[in-house]
């Protein structure tokens, strides 16, 4: 595996990690009707237009792609930022600015900072807009808005519990020696990471996944689950807490609460892990596939609504060639070779 996309993937592999029991009775009843609460639409068409739309802006079909997009946002309540970031780019592509600074500004109400912004150059055309200075004038109130959205008591809850986890995976990497690393897996980290399941299925019971949606990122709780799910492949063998949690996640992903690469992730380093890295799964952490593996990982991933390999291959190029920005999260960044 890539030791690249190892580093960007945020400490996720340590050796040597030991089970402990853990019980979550009656918690697949208890979060089941706390999903029905929160079910308001089905997201399985949104994450299959998306994927439809990448593979028109591969194609260079742009003006096909935004009328994809935009077939989203007449639908659903909730929008992905990164889905109104392309479509402000796709909208400037096609010569049409006015539509490019509405999603500009849903954007920004959705999440997207000035500092983010202002540095993809491929938006420079618009600042010699006078829509640009309005825009500019209006963010701190719309910026203001997408805050009182969020739960912030949620949010600062989990940005703890990321940074906690950072530290103790940094500490399992600083660890000499495997007998050292055995011992500070066991004594350290195992418990902190049952903990850290803990705390966010008591979230989880009582406003949902911490998500985009919730508290503005899918990073941190698919990090936390991600380095649950890479302590060590008797770990996830086995595990009951994460298998627990699966079918939650899924409805999550279905209903808008996550990001089906959040979940694809998170999944991912269980399969990998368990397989003792020979299993592939959706295929974002590898770096080359049989046409057999591609195939199976295709289908993986039509199931989630996410984009093929080569589709996701296509994006990655095309951000080289055009300039302009996928926002595809930081475990999608090289293209992955097909083997013939």
């Given amino acids: 595996m890539h030791l690249f996309r190892l580093l960007?993937?945020?400490?996720?592999?340590?050796p040597g990690f030991a089970r402990h029991g853990f019980a979550w009775h009656g918690?697949?009843?208890?979060?089941?009707?706390?999903?029905?609460?929160?079910?308001?639409q089905d997201y399985?068409?949104?994450?299959?237009?998306?994927?439809?739309?990448?593979?028109?802006?591969?194609?260079?079909?742009?003006?096909?792609?935004?009328?994809?997009?935009?077939?989203v946002f007449s639908r659903y309540s909730f929008i992905f930022l990164r889905d109104y970031q392309v479509a402000t780019q796709l909208a400037l592509q096609t010569g049409q600015r006015d539509k490019a600074f509405?999603?500009?500004?849903?954007?920004?109400?959705?999440?997207?900072?000035?500092?983010?912004?202002?540095?993809?150059?491929?938006?420079?055309?618009?600042?010699?807009?006078?829509?640009?200075?309005?825009?500019?004038?209006?963010?701190?109130?719309?910026?203001a808005a997408y805050t009182a959205k969020l739960n912030l008591p949620v949010r600062e809850k989990v940005r703890k519990m990321f940074g906690k986890d950072q530290r103790k995976?940094?500490?399992?990497?600083?660890?000499?020696g495997p007998k050292a690393q055995e011992r500070y897996a066991i004594k350290r980290?195992?418990?902190?990471?049952?903990?850290?399941?803990?705390?966010l299925r008591n979230i989880m019971l009582t406003v949902g996944y911490p998500s985009e949606q919730r508290i503005g990122t899918d990073l941190w709780a698919s990090v936390i689950l991600s380095h649950h799910n890479s302590i060590s492949q008797a770990h996830a063998?086995?595990?009951?807490?994460?298998?627990?949690?699966?079918?939650?996640?899924?409805?999550?992903?279905?209903?808008?609460?996550?990001?089906?690469?959040?979940?694809?992730?998170?999944?991912e380093w269980y399969?990998?892990?368990?397989?003792?890295?020979?299993?592939?799964?959706?295929?974002?952490?590898?770096?080359?596939?049989?046409r057999q593996e591609l195939n199976e990982a295709n289908q993986r991933r039509q199931a989630l609504g996410l984009s093929t390999v080569e589709t996701i291959n296509g994006l990655l190029g095309l951000q080289q060639q055009t300039g302009m920005k996928f926002y595809l999260p930081l475990h999608v960044f090289t293209q992955t070779t097909i083997m013939e």
């Fill in 8 to 14: 960007l993937c945020l400490l996720l592999t340590y």
């Fill in 27 to 40: 918690f697949a009843g208890q979060i089941h009707a706390k999903h029905h609460q929160d079910t308001l």
């Fill in 44 to 71: 399985r068409f949104y994450h299959q237009q998306i994927a439809g739309a990448q593979e028109a802006i591969v194609n260079r079909q742009y003006d096909q792609a935004l009328a994809q997009y935009e077939t």
């Fill in 102 to 143: 509405t999603y500009l500004r849903k954007g920004i109400a959705g999440g997207w900072t000035w500092k983010s912004v202002t540095r993809n150059a491929f938006l420079k055309p618009l600042t010699a807009d006078p829509q640009w200075k309005q825009l500019r004038d209006d963010y701190p109130a719309l910026r």
């Fill in 169 to 176: 995976a940094l500490g399992a990497l600083l660890t000499v």
């Fill in 189 to 199: 980290f195992a418990p902190h990471s049952q903990r850290q399941l803990a705390a």
């Fill in 237 to 267: 063998q086995q595990d009951t807490l994460y298998p627990a949690l699966k079918p939650y996640l899924w409805q999550a992903v279905m209903s808008g609460q996550m990001s089906p690469y959040a979940y694809a992730k998170i999944e």
């Fill in 271 to 290: 399969v990998v892990i368990q397989s003792g890295h020979t299993g592939k799964h959706t295929a974002f952490l590898a770096d080359k596939l049989t």
